[in-house]
């Protein structure tokens, strides 16, 4: 069982920087893929960003590519989602996820059927 808590959502005007916190539980957190997704108001949700066990990867959206950054540091079981130049665009409700290892393909974890556990989200907003 993996429990996963964010932090570090908020309101950052356009331009602006935030640093997302994933703090996971659970004593195999190093094995598992962690990513993140996000979900607008009327939209499905999206994934931003992956990274596998041990920092395979990283994978980033390329909406986002050159502006955000995934890392994790397995020391503190938590991964984080550095997000620079943000825009109104980027405003969602952030999820973080956690997906067991396999023998899956790095697109496996591009999508949420790549993951078991999630958190419940934090509120970035982007004011323009």
């Known amino acids: 069982q993996v429990q996963l808590v964010e932090s570090g959502g908020g309101l950052v005007q356009a331009g602006g920087s935030l640093r997302l916190s994933c703090a996971a539980s659970g004593r195999t957190f190093s094995s598992y893929a962690m990513g993140w997704f996000r979900q607008a108001p009327g939209k499905e949700r999206e994934f931003v960003a992956a990274?596998?066990?041990?920092?395979?990867?990283?994978f980033i959206q390329d909406s986002v590519k050159g502006r955000f950054t995934i890392s994790r540091d397995n020391a503190k079981n938590t991964v984080y989602l550095q997000m620079n130049s943000l825009e109104p665009e980027d405003t969602a409700l952030y999820y973080c996820?956690?997906?067991?290892?396999?023998?899956?393909?790095?697109?496996?974890?591009?999508?949420?059927?790549?993951?078991?556990?999630w958190g419940q989200g934090t509120q970035v907003t982007v004011s323009s």
């Open positions: 990274i596998r066990w041990s920092g395979g990867g990283p």
């Open positions: 996820a956690a997906g067991a290892p396999g023998p899956y393909s790095d697109s496996y974890y591009y999508t949420p059927d790549g993951y078991d556990y």
